[in-house]
């Protein structure tokens, strides 16, 4: 079976190397980064109402990603007490598909611009999708994580 995928825009970002974001991909929600997502002209449409939203998510193609790890070790190099774990159990970017999903802060839409805060994406990327964040849907209830992501809860 043939999938295929389509950008409906790319990322503007300052940061052009992935490892300039590896602060974002920790702080997670907390990151201050600042970047916009420039929707294709043919999609700018599907931007109705999206500004009624304080978060959306966005999925993107992290590519700039090399390589598939199957095993990862999921958290910084310096939190040496986290396990290696499956990637599917894990945010890696080294993913066998290589897609992405963040939720992220929506600033404003100007046009076909999108402006956001707390993105992890490097400049260039390509957006595949953007959903609002609902949270009668995406909000867990009872939620449960995986002990070794404690390390996540010391952060600010």
């Known amino acids: ?24 991909c920790e702080q ?3 990151a201050d980064t600042e970047s916009s997502l420039m929707i294709n002209s043919d999609f700018a449409e599907g931007l109705k109402g999206l500004n009624e939203f304080s978060h959306i998510w ?6 700039k990603a090399n390589r598939i790890e199957l095993s990862t070790h999921p958290g910084p190099p310096n939190i040496t007490e986290v ?14 598909n ?4 963040r939720m992220v802060s929506l600033v404003k839409i100007d046009g076909k611009e999108i402006f956001v805060k707390g993105f992890d994406a490097i400049d260039g990327s390509p957006v ?10 995406d909000k867990a209830q009872n939620e449960k994580i995986a002990e070794w ?8």
Do not use: C
Not at 58 to 63: A, C, G, K, S, T
Not at 128 to 137: A, Q
């Open 128 to 137: 595949l999708d953007i959903k609002p964040y609902l949270p009668f849907f």
């Open 28 to 30: 997670g929600q907390f």
């Open 83 to 96: 396990p290696r774990i499956g990637v599917f159990a894990s945010r890696s970017q080294y993913r066998p």
């Open 1 to 24: 079976m043939k999938i295929e995928v389509n950008p409906i825009g790319t990322v503007k970002s300052s940061f052009k190397n992935p490892k300039d974001l590896h602060f974002a």
């Open 149 to 156: 992501y404690g390390w996540m809860e010391r952060k600010p």
């Open 98 to 101: 290589h897609l992405a999903l």
């Open 58 to 63: 966005v999925i993107y193609n992290l590519h």
